[in-house]
């Protein structure tokens, strides 16, 4: 969330859940959820607060234990 030039994140799921990163310039969201679509559209969510701009950087879905 916010700004920074040199962070990194890492972003693990698991047990069939589904997670997603979206980025704008102004700053960044992600979010766990138990699809990909409800994932990518709380990832964009959480980045809109920070500006506009936001697009799905990365997404998936673990396949279960």
């Given at each position: 969330?916010?700004q920074c ?6 972003l693990?799921y698991?047990g069939g859940n589904c997670?997603a990163?979206a980025?704008?310039?102004?700053g960044?969201g992600?979010?766990v ?9 709380a990832?964009t ?13 990365s ?6 234990n």
């Amino acid at each position: 969330k916010g700004q920074c030039s040199s962070c990194s994140q890492v972003l693990t799921y698991a047990g069939g859940n589904c997670g997603a990163i979206a980025l704008s310039s102004r700053g960044w969201g992600w979010a766990v959820r138990g699809s990909l679509s409800d994932a990518r559209v709380a990832a964009t969510s959480i980045c809109a607060q920070y500006g506009s701009g936001c697009e799905i950087k990365s997404a998936g879905c673990a396949s279960g234990n």
